[in-house]
């Protein structure tokens, strides 16, 4: 009797992890988020595109852990078409003229549309609701380099949003995965690519939902994104992500950080930029 | 005759394996950017000696015994070993790529983070033998063991998660996500709950371990530019210790309803902390200032501060 009973418990104590396992394989069948990227493939837009790629690269780590698989499609702006799969996101990097039809197109399906190459203040000045600016406005790098002469007169710089030689904020750390991955140093385009698609795996993580609107949402009332610059960047309702940026001297160096300590509070975001719609 | 020298031996014998076991009272303190360890005696309050340790230490731990202190060491991707008593640098143990912090479990090992490598690695020190690779987020950084040793939390700071790791299976049995940036986490005596901090989200963040579920959040933005970062529970287990990064201040909040209680200024950049086992005293490492804070937990204020090293990172107290 105490024989059977040890031999059964035995093989119980096998079987049911076994099970469990078995039935939890059975449901690991990921959810795809299918992210469309918008790029001609001349070269142009290298940087932006690498840092797309970081950045879906840096999802999937994530994802791996939660069952979502983020997928990155490429195509050049003449093959976009209204047929086609809905996707989750959609990510522009091309002229003003590209963007705005491919947000035409997708903005009333409820899908985000995200530029990531373009500074051009009429964009945000022109509030398109469900598109959203990655790249610093014109008005906000202008107003990062003014803050900097309020306290340096005469100073030559440049703001940008990303330098290779930024070690602050685990800076260092976000430089040194973008070169093990491009072997270039990664750059302001680079970084607007890369927070383009980190963003969506942060809407989708916190949200549990891959539907577009939902991340469209979440983008617009509740990312507090970690840009890797200290501040947690969120995005004004005229679709323009607020960010510090960085300022270097004429040969490039790195000089130091806006909002600039003196002039405004470095959280104090709203010193850059185009605030209001026209 | 006899008697008494056998006697008087056994006295001196016995005084010397309890002074061998008596703890140092020092505070050991890691200055990322000089490379050393600032020995400060925590009576005095003297810096005893700064120590060539190795480059860019940051995290930095006790051996269960107290006669050792660790000192992850991230540009030469090693652990370095200090005597805390003779001050020696004993060894210097291969520790994987770019190691930043460990915890120190129970049963000796250490388990650390290997930032970017999106690893936590299990070394012995004794057999400097590593034990276990295990995969994480991107940017592991906080490690926090329970005090039973059975379970070893390792935050991972761009991937925005807490990865519970079972042990001795290493098996990672959880990913739970947090806030954005998280850091450290703590947990209470009996196991049953940990306290995570997210840096960049500002919050802190109420853990529990038989579900592994956050159950409870609070953002400290009462705090200007607050920045959690450490966190540590007194010995009554009523209140969290957190430090604030640049809020430059220490963070005083209810354990239970994660309120904040009271806001302690300190340096600039406060990172690292450490309490005394009786909980009277506070030290945070000031990384801009460069120096050492000394916090009276009773009075509520900094009663002192030391000049260390340059970016101070971490400290443990062996009292």
């Not at chain 1, 797309?52 to 983020?70: K, P, S, W």
């Not at chain 1, 383009?196 to 509740?222: F, K, W």
């Amino acid at each position: 009797m105490k024989t059977v009973k040890s031999l059964l418990l035995r093989v119980l104590r096998w079987l049911v992890p076994a099970l469990c396992f078995f039935s939890v394989a059975q449901a690991a069948e990921p959810r795809h988020v299918n992210m469309l990227l918008v790029a001609p493939s001349s070269g142009e837009y290298a940087s932006h595109i690498n840092g797309v790629v970081l950045g879906e690269t840096e999802a999937n780590i994530q994802g791996r852990f939660m069952g979502i698989d983020y997928v990155l499609q490429q195509v050049s702006p003449d093959e976009v078409s209204a047929g086609g799969d809905k996707p989750a996101v959609v990510f522009v990097a091309g002229t003003a003229e590209q963007l705005l039809r491919i947000y035409e197109l997708y903005a009333p399906q409820g899908v985000a549309v995200v530029n990531i190459a373009l500074a051009d203040n009429a964009l945000r000045e022109q509030c398109h609701p469900g598109l959203y600016h990655t790249p610093p406005s014109q008005k906000m790098l202008a107003d990062a380099v003014a803050q900097w002469q309020q306290q340096n007169p005469g100073a030559s710089v440049q703001a940008m949003t990303w330098h290779p030689a930024f070690v602050k904020f685990a800076g260092r750390d976000l430089n040194k995965r973008y070169m093990e991955q491009f072997s270039v140093e990664m750059d302001s385009a680079a970084w607007a690519g890369w927070a383009a698609s980190r963003m969506v795996a942060e809407a989708v993580s916190r949200t549990g939902s891959e539907a577009p609107e939902e991340i469209a949402r979440y983008l617009s009332e509740d990312l507090a994104f970690d840009g890797q610059k200290g501040v947690p960047q969120t995005f004004r309702s005229n679709g323009q992500m607020r960010q510090p940026l960085l300022l270097a001297d004429a040969s490039g160096e790195l000089l130091g950080e806006a909002p600039v300590r003196g002039v405004a509070d470095s959280d104090d975001l709203d010193s850059m930029g185009i605030l209001d719609c026209d | 005759m006899k008697f008494k020298t056998l006697f008087g031996a056994a006295l001196l014998v016995f005084a010397g394996s309890a002074f061998a076991q008596q703890p140092s009272n020092r505070l050991f303190v890691t200055n990322e950017e000089d490379n050393t360890v600032s020995v400060v005696n925590a009576g005095t309050l003297e810096v005893e000696a700064t120590i060539e340790i190795g480059n860019r230490p940051r995290g930095i731990g006790l051996s269960p015994d107290g006669s050792r202190v660790y000192v992850a060491l991230g540009d030469d991707d090693a652990i370095g070993v200090i005597d805390t008593h003779s001050l020696e640098v004993l060894d210097h143990i291969p520790a994987g790529s770019d190691p930043e912090a460990f915890a120190v479990h129970p049963n000796g090992n250490l388990y650390l983070s290997n930032e970017d490598d999106n690893l936590a690695s299990v070394l012995n020190p004794e057999t400097r033998e590593i034990l276990a690779e295990i995969p994480v987020g991107i940017e592991p950084e906080g490690v926090g063991a329970t005090p039973d040793g059975s379970r070893v939390m390792v935050t991972s700071e761009s991937t925005n998660m807490v990865h519970v790791i079972t042990v001795p299976e290493h098996e990672v049995i959880a990913h739970v996500l947090v806030g954005a940036r998280p850091r450290e986490i703590t947990f209470t005596q009996d196991g049953h709950l940990g306290y995570v901090t997210s840096e960049v989200a500002g919050e802190i963040a109420k853990f529990d371990v038989a579900t592994n579920t956050i159950i409870m959040t609070a953002k400290l933005d009462e705090i200007d530019g607050v920045k959690p970062k450490g966190v540590l529970l007194s010995p009554d287990e009523s209140t969290l210790y957190v430090s604030t990064g640049r809020g430059n201040s220490i963070a005083v909040v209810d354990a239970e309803t994660l309120a904040l209680k009271n806001t302690i200024p300190v340096g600039t950049r406060v990172w690292g902390i450490a309490l005394s086992k009786d909980g009277t005293r506070l030290y945070a490492c000031n990384g801009v200032s460069g120096t050492l804070s000394v916090v009276d937990t009773v009075a509520g204020k900094e009663i002192a501060t030391v000049e260390v090293g340059s970016m101070p990172w971490g400290v443990v107290l062996d009292d």
